[in-house]
């Protein structure tokens, strides 16, 4: 995931000139960013360059990217009439230019990899929407869920919709995979979840069921939910680095692929200790099947982008 990005140059280059939003919005520019980790590193799978933000948009809450702090919501969700406000759209209009973006890399890909699409699941994009940027307590998101609960179920229902139907838009337009990003559901306990989000996130894996594509369900820092996350749904659920990629696949159950779970931050350097944790993940895994090899989480901006190439190279050696 976040496999382009400010650690590359080209990356950077292409962000002196145009904004992350225009990257976005700009189906020519989204194909050639989504090409750029494709030319330079032996990945199996191309993932759409796009933002996770992006339809709440078209819902009425407008926002923007300032260089350093990430995204800064300007009307952030504070009362019950704002999520009674909130507008239905369709992706297929407004967000055509992603779909755009789908078929011009499926172009340039020629069946060489494929190529996953995603999708924020309502957990995450509720507390953007609500926080108006990154939070570390999410304290108002809490507020909502726990003081309004009715209205909080409202807000998800919306964003499973908006999810469902933006992933389905992404899966008609050509996308072989889809990622269901929960980076920050890890901010609740098992008991939590399973009352605020977990239906909200099935409905979008049950709609998504008979799409015929494979699913993906990632979060951060969610050892204490695994179980809970199985439930929700995905093919394959992704792990963070924190917990033992055996532990937490025993926790997943072992009858569902996983994906994981190197600590990004090992990518600076040295490399030596890269390789060696690197290894660990594959002894963990054991060879079984249903074990995708990946970060776990996004690639940091100071990352030299070889040793990216080599950590690449060596998975594929090693399996
Ligand atoms: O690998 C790829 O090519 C896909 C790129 C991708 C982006 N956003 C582009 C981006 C993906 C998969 C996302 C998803 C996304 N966006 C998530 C879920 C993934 C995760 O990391 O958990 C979230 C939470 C967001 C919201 C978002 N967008 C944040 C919090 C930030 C700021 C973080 C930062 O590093 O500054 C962004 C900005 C963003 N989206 C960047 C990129 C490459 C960094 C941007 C830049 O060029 O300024």
Known sequence: MRQAGRYMSEYRALRERYSLLELCRTPELATEVTLQPV?????????????????????????????GEGPAIENPIQTEADIDGLRRFNPRDALAHVLEAIRQIQIEL????????FGGAPFTLASYAIEGGH?????????????????WHRLCERLADVTADYLTAQ?????DA??????????LNARDYREFVLPHTRRIFDVLATSGVPTIHFGVGTGAILP??????????????RTPLDDAWERVGTDRAVQGNLDPTLLLGP??????????????????????????????????VEHVQALARYVHRRT
């Open 171 to 175: 899966i008609e337009a050509g996308v």
């Open 228 to 241: 809970e996350l199985r439930e929700a749904g995905g093919d394959v659920i992704g792990i963070d680095w």
């Open 110 to 117: 020629a069946g060489r990899l494929p190529l996953i699409g």
């Open 39 to 67: 030319r330079r590193l032996e990945i199996d799978a191309a993932i759409l360059f796009s933002d996770l933000l992006l339809p709440l948009e078209p819902m009425g809450i407008r926002f923007d990217f300032i260089r």
């Open 271 to 304: 490399t030596d200790r890269m390789f060696a944790a690197a290894d660990d993940v594959l002894a963990r895994a054991a060879g079984r099947p249903g074990h995708i090899f990946n970060l776990g989480h996004g690639i940091l901006p100071s990352t030299p």
């Open 135 to 151: 939070s570390n307590n999410f304290a108002k998101t809490k507020a909502l869920m726990y003081g309004v609960p009715a209205a």
């Open 178 to 187: 889809v990622q269901v990003f929960d980076s920050w559901v890890g901010a």
